[in-house]
């Protein structure tokens, strides 16, 4: 079974570990997409195999995302070409998350103006609402889901001439950022914000998307997991939400979050495990073990603080390194750094620098 090293909910020092791969220790992976599984609409490397693996070792497959977007088809279809088989039941969206919150709000067959995609749409339909496209045509609610870089900006004055004539305003998510093929291009938050610009700043959308408790509440409802490990690639959305669910989590560096970022993290964002990329879930987890002088070891590499700063070097085998050089996995030096990092920052964050450090990993 899994260990993550603390109870949940307590401030984590160092990251967990697990004697059998995370993909036989919990039965369902919570996988965000975007940065995850593909960006810019191309399977990230090792994402297919890795994935194939871990479902045909009995690991149920779950894809939740932010992304409002597309429909569930959608994604289980481009899922699909890509080598990784889905169906749209296993695919879990924002767009549906706040679908649900918008039809217990407002009486049923409500209008609803929507700036967004066809996700957002076809997610209002299943609930019994109306999408309509104007401020004028007497909308119970107002609902901002990621559109993609053609919505026209005309979208965003219909959001703000409803909000402020009262009408109650959802987000899908709040997003700043959205992975692609290019790079980091603006997400469904940066919408947000020309909306809440807009109209002064006096009103708050009611979120649903990652971390926010009504998308977890909308996976567990979706998928039945019981054991679920959540995966994602950002601390803000897909690690804080694992931590609002009370749910272990697995960070991938193939997405937004770089390591100096993750040895930085406040409690709430500090994963249960981190791992390069997805093939970490048909891995076990090293155990980050204390060492003399407040160190840390994780497979070949001890870190402490030092000077001011956060130090690496090889492990002696007599500190739980297993006799080894230093010269091994450099995750295992990432994640004995994260235990320096955590318990010298507490409940807070960690500002040592860690240039050095990670120089030698060659991150």
């Known amino acids: 079974m899994a260990r993550s090293g603390q109870e949940r909910r307590h401030v984590r020092t160092r990251p967990g570990g697990s004697e059998v791969a995370l993909s036989a220790a919990y039965d369902t992976a919570l996988l965000d997409l975007d940065g995850v599984v593909y960006a810019g609409g191309e399977a990230i490397p090792y994402a297919v195999e890795a994935l194939g693996t871990a479902r045909d070792g009995g690991m149920h497959l779950a894809y939740v995302t932010n992304n409002a977007l597309r429909t569930p088809d ?19 969206t924002s767009a549906q998350a706040v679908a649900r919150m918008i039809a217990e709000d407002v009486p049923a067959g409500g209008r609803v103006l929507v700036i967004g995609g066809e996700g957002l749409r076809v997610a209002l339909r299943e609930r019994g609402l109306v ?14 889901g990621y559109g993609g870089p053609e919505l026209p900006w005309g979208r965003f004055a219909e959001a703000a001439y409803a909000v402020a004539r009262g009408v109650p305003w959802y987000a899908s998510n709040t997003d700043l950022t959205i992975p692609g093929a290019r790079g980091i291009g603006p997400g469904n938050g940066a919408a947000v914000e020309v909306v809440r610009i807009a109209t002064g700043g006096a009103v708050e959308p009611k979120v649903a998307g990652k971390p926010q408790p009504p998308m977890h509440r909308e996976t567990v409802l979706r998928t039945g997991a019981e054991r679920p490990l959540v995966v994602g690639d950002r601390l803000d959305t897909d690690i804080e939400g694992a931590f609002n669910g009370d749910v272990d989590s697995l960070l991938v560096l193939t997405g937004v979050t770089d390591v100096a970022t993750l040895l930085a993290a406040v409690p709430q964002h500090r994963p249960t495990y981190v791992a390069r990329d997805l093939r970490g879930l048909l891995e076990g987890q090293p155990e980050v073990v204390p060492a003399d002088g407040g160190a840390f070891v994780c497979g070949g590499w001890r870190a402490a603080v030092e000077g001011g700063e956060l130090t690496l070097e090889p492990a002696g085998s007599g500190e739980g390194g297993g006799g080894r050089d230093g010269a091994g996995d450099a995750m295992d030096g990432v994640r004995a750094l994260c235990g320096a990092a955590w318990t010298f920052a507490g409940d807070g964050t960690c500002g040592l620098d860690a240039g050095k450090a990670l120089a030698r990993l060659g991150l």
């Not at 994604?75 to 080598?83: I, K, N, Q, R, S």
């Not at 004028?136 to 901002?144: M, R, S, T, Y």
């Open 131 to 144: 999408p309509v496209e104007s401020a004028d045509d007497e909308p119970v609610a107002v609902v901002q």
């Open 74 to 92: 959608a994604v289980a279809a481009h899922l699909t070409e890509l080598g990784v088989p889905a169906r749209g039941a296993d695919v879990v």
